[in-house]
């Protein structure tokens, strides 16, 4: 076993800004920076970690859930935009007061300098548009602020369309497509080289999507369906819509989305995790196959733990027999691969 070696992680998907919009006390930007945050991530456990940098997501949860999450909270005062854009101004702040740590990055070679600099390299991400007017104006706004990736539709249904929900075991056949306000956002991302996230879309979205955007298809976070039946995963045959496309699958860390029997337990072993990854090379070959972590926003193998536990990860994967060039693919090399594809620089 060869576990000496580590590699850096770019990935695809973290709840970072949700967990600090979300607390109330103190300064969570700073307790971010100084190592002192709980869940998955801080500045400390992200350099043990290797963690490189990846998408960060702006998610604007159910009133409901705010308010069992902040004590303050007044449900009726709900506001998507202000929501959407407090998260924004969060990112922005990790990148001001991090002392050169981090960076904001709108380009595959800003990421490129980032990791040749041990810079954080931070994507800014969207999941779930429930801040967008149906004429997405307030898009060029978040495009300026670094927005590079869009994922339209969360679970429940939006303007845009109806996102993936159901039970376990289910299947993403849930309801009805995108509607024309998202068929609009749709061509709107294609011609603003923006990522479009399939990772939440059912099945009729997914389907638009594919049949129109002429971009490579991305599920940011998201596992196997035939391994764990969560209608969040996907099927062999959108995998295999995938793969026509030259995309990219991020495998979800979430113990719900790898376990056969989908529970939410942390006895789930770093083989699991590698079981996925197997699934989906062979769907996808050796390119197409990267990480989504969801980072701070499910609960991951106990083995793993959070991020700073990635390098155990990795030694699963060379223990698994993966090559140190397909180990690099997989922890970075193709998420820059499909981004520079999609971003088209
Ligand atoms: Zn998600």
Redesign the pocket.
Known sequence: MTSSFVSPVFDG?NDLLLRLWLQEQGDPVADFLHGTLSGHLDMARIRQGGFAGGLFAVFVPPAQYARQSKTEYVEEDHDPLAITEAQIALLHQIADRSAGQARICRSVGEIERCMAEGVLAMVLHI?GAEALDEECSQLDRWIAAGLRSIGPL?NLQNRFGAGVTGDFPGSPDSGEGLTPAGLNLLRICNSKKLLIDL??MNEKSFWQVANLSHAPLVAT?SNVHALCPQPRNLTARQLAAIAESDGFVGINFGNAFLRADGKRDESTSLGEMVRHLDALLEKLGEDGVGFGS?FD?ISVPGELGDVAGLPRLIAAMTQAGYSRELVEKICWRNWLRVLKKTWGE
């Open positions: 998907h999941e969360w990772s939440h976070h969801d926003g």
